[in-house]
């Protein structure tokens, strides 16, 4: 599964797990976080370049020596789903085969298709792969899965299709599905869909039998963010299948379906399941936790042996498996079939270290890389040796690379042509202290030369929410038209993002959030105080959740920018829980129903307060 968190892995790699991919936050991402619009919007100006250049990588998946891509351009608008050798796919000119042309799909059935990903799957001791392919009439979220057979290329006449819905689906094996939708009215004539328009109940559906027939396996209740199917491969390629219930943006519950009904996997509600590796089910934390003699920190990642789990359904010794300086945060973890590899971030830059067990515990080593940037898992199976990496920083454009996960190298694939003149620019991590006394880091990308004379056109960037990490990522359209033409650049890493792990995050929760804005102010008054510019010459922009910050930022303190760029916005703090999926996101930024959460909106919403 690719690490999404980069826009230039998901828009490109959508299919298999994928299916979802681009609100799926690292491997096996809490499912709370599914279909939450934040994931996307946070990078919208990136998912855009994107999207627009003509020089993109065609990231993929690897399956028994077969590259798979999803790829649009000007000739094919809706998009190709293709595929090529690997040996072919590392060349310059992949000679790739059509698997499916959606524009062509969408004009012989006079829709307006989207393709939204497939959801492929190969069972334990088959050789044929199941695949699942989304839909979507228009892009809205709402969409239809229609079973594709790879082989013939074409549709299963008598496959899995689904209604239109909101929904997700997981295969259990070649003639059953999960699948979580929207039901329509219960027998109370209730809506079956969460507050937040999600599913909450979810099925197991038979081949060859309608949709309606499908038999209830897990139901959650109105109030939850959604309930979604959940399956997790163990070493030996078996799937355990389940549910997970996310009951607020960040607790969930996950389920597992035995012959004797479902149980519960002994997690704690804010936490992250990993994968399956070395007998363990690896799972990160967002919270403390003491299951027994032994206290575990928010932001670990500890594991427990499955094997001892299934037997007794009850939980085992839990094993620290990594525990993040004060500097780190957990991203993901990959399993390839060479062996394990843990994503983190160090002081905001990406690492990956291969991780190992034994008789003496756990450990890891570091994967060599090219530079001090920023790094995704662009694909990992455990059926599949090699691993794709993609690497960029400020001033070096998306490479993809291939680590074979055996022998530990690290190869060059395929790489970007620079788009803009990157000579004479530098790079600066600098520290701010924020109004509370926290450092706060951000990046400064500037001229070797440029004069600290408070005259330089400065852009400064920032989000902070959702545990949203901004690393150091290329970005042409800035290099082109701001950092060519003399002007600096700013990240600011400030709290409510994942830089530093779940504790940066909830450091900026509900009525604490004025500690965000707080913190983009310190970065804005550091940067003037360095001489670097002046508030004349400063402007600032940020999208979606950084579109309120923007918001703020402008009601807040008018006197430190001269532009504020405010991007697809979430501005009225008042109503924002009544609006679309808006009901879940009271966990990040509180409830305007309950009184002291709406005392602290009131005083920060940019609708209300503007003037």
């Known amino acids: 599964m690719a690490d999404t968190t980069d ?63 999803f790829w649009q351009d000007d000739d094919h608008v809706r998009g190709l789903w293709r595929t090529t050798s690997l040996a072919s796919y590392s060349t310059d000119t992949p000679d790739w085969e059509l698997i499916l042309d959606v524009d062509a799909l969408a004009e012989s059935e006079d829709k307006n298709w989207v393709f939204k990903g ?40 008598d496959g899995f299709v689904t209604i239109e819905a909101k929904q997700a689906a997981s295969w259990i094996d070649a003639d059953t599905v999960l699948i979580g939708t929207d039901w329509g009215p219960d027998a109370d004539g209730l809506p079956t869909v969460t507050d937040s328009g999600y599913p909450f109940v979810v099925k ?27 399956t997790i491969e163990d070493d030996s390629g078996d799937l355990l299948i389940g549910a997970v219930q996310a009951d607020t943006f960040f607790t969930s ?62 939980l085992p010794i839990v094993e620290l498996v990594f525990r993040p300086g004060a500097t780190q945060a957990v991203s993901g973890v990959a399993i390839a079939s060479g062996g394990t590899l843990l994503s983190i971030t160090e002081n905001v830059v990406g690492r990956v270290l291969q991780l190992d067990r034994n008789e003496a515990g756990w450990s890891t080593t570091p994967i060599d890389l090219p530079g001090a940037g920023d790094v995704g898992v662009a694909f ?10 993609n690497y960029e920083d400020f001033l070096t454009p998306s490479s993809l690379l291939a680590l074979d996960s055996l022998s530990g190298t690290v190869t060059s694939l395929k790489a970007l042509p620079p788009a803009f003149n990157s000579d004479g620019l530098v790079v600066e991590q600098l520290v701010a202290s924020s109004a509370d006394g926290t450092p706060i880091p951000y990046f400064v990308v500037r001229s070797a030369d440029t004069p600290f004379d408070q005259t330089t056109p400065t ?29 600096a650049y700013v990240l600011a890493n400030i709290r409510g993002g994942g830089e530093f792990g779940p504790v940066w995050h909830q450091a ?71 609006l679309l999926a808006g009901a879940s996101w009271v966990d990040e930024y509180g409830s305007p129903d309950v009184p002291e959460e709406r005392a602290f909106l009131e005083t920060i919403s940019p609708y209300q307060n503007f003037d």
């Open 253 to 314: 519950t996950y389920w597992l379906f035995t012959d004797s009904g479902p149980i519960q996997w002994p997690i704690p509600p804010k936490s992250t399941p990993k994968g399956i590796a070395h007998g363990q089910f690896i799972f990160s934390l967002e919270q403390d936790w003491q299951p027994a003699d032994t206290a575990f920190l928010s932001g670990d990642l500890v594991a427990f042996n499955l094997t001892d789990f299934l037997d007794s359904h009850e």
């Open 380 to 389: 990992a199976d455990r059926d599949e040796a090699t691993v794709l990496l």
């Open 459 to 487: 852009l400064l960037y920032g989000y902070g929410g959702f545990q949203v990490s901004l690393g150091p990522s290329y970005s042409g359209t800035i290099g082109r038209n701001w950092l060519e033409h003399g002007g």
């Open 508 to 578: 900026g929760l509900k009525t604490n959030r004025q500690r965000v804005y707080d913190d983009f102010i310190a970065v804005g008054e550091a940067v003037i105080a360095s001489g670097l510019t002046s508030p004349e010459h400063l402007g600032i922009m940020g999208g979606s959740n950084g579109g309120l910050l923007m918001g703020v930022m402008l009601n807040q303190r008018p006197d430190l920018w001269n532009a504020v760029v405010v991007q697809v916005p979430l501005l009225d703090m008042l109503r924002f829980h009544l």
């Open 204 to 230: 197991r559906w038979t081949r060859g039998t309608p949709l309606a027939d499908a038999v209830e396996v897990k139901r959650g209740v109105s109030t939850d963010v959604g309930v979604w199917p959940f």
């Open 7 to 69: 826009p230039h892995l998901w828009l490109e790699e959508v299919e298999g797990d994928e299916a979802l991919a681009w609100v799926r936050s690292q491997n096996e991402r809490t499912l709370s976080d599914l279909q939450s619009d934040e994931r996307y919007a946070s990078f919208e100006a990136a998912a855009l370049e994107v999207l627009t250049s003509k020089e993109r990588i065609p990231y993929g998946t690897i399956r028994d020596g077969q590259v798979y891509n």
């Open 118 to 157: 497939a959801n492929v799957y190969k069972p334990k001791g088959s050789d044929r792969y199941l695949c699942l392919v989304s839909l979507s009439d228009g892009g809205k979220d709402a969409i239809v899965q229609r079973e594709f057979d790879l082989d013939a290329r074409s549709f299963a006449p």
